[in-house]
């Protein structure tokens, strides 16, 4: 799939794979039914929350990358871009193609760039969370468990598409490595 340029941030090119906009409906319908059938909140607020929910997604798949440009950008190897749409609802950074080979405590570091700035997130939302008033407390409540759940805490989790699996693989890596003396 061809993904199209929709402009730069922090000087990131930054594209769109058309999955994303079927992802960014399910997403809405998703967050909607949970808050109409889960949570009870009437049908039309449940709507407006589920599509601010789906645009917050999105939001913090953006913030997820740019935590990975600022770590990668520190080591000296930067990124190019975020393509948004991978999978339907995640983020893919984008490298040099010609970037040479890389000692894995770099990608170790790049790779814990973005679960850094959403943890950060998820401790300003646990804090400021008190404030949200009414419905828009769950909306509160999404943004953090998601920054939590789905953008920190996976480091701990290695898959083979996410930062634990980044982490993990060149943890093995680096071990295997004989040590120069």
Do not use: C
């Amino acid at each position: 799939m061809k993904a199209f340029h929709v402009g730069r941030l922090s000087g990131l090119q930054i594209k769109v794979l058309p999955l994303a906009f079927f992802g960014t409906l399910i997403l809405w319908i998703g967050f909607s039914v949970v808050s109409f059938y889960g949570i009870r909140i009437a049908f039309s607020e449940s709507v407006l929350l589920g599509f601010i929910a789906a645009l917050l997604h999105w939001t913090f798949e953006l913030v997820h990358g740019l935590g990975h440009a600022i770590a990668s950008k520190q080591t000296g190897y930067p990124m190019t871009g975020i393509t948004l749409g991978a999978l339907a609802i995640f983020a893919l950074t984008v490298y040099p193609s010609d970037e040479p080979e890389l000692p894995p405590s770099i990608h170790i570091r790049r790779a814990l760039g973005g679960p850094i700035i959403n943890g950060l997130l998820s401790i300003a939302f646990f804090l400021l969370l008190p404030l949200w008033r009414g419905n828009w407390y769950w909306l509160g409540m999404f943004a953090l468990f998601e920054n939590l759940f789905v953008y920190t805490l996976q480091v701990f989790l290695p898959l083979s598409f996410n930062d634990g699996g980044t982490i993990w693989r060149n943890l093995r890596r680096k071990s295997l490595t004989p040590n120069p003396k």
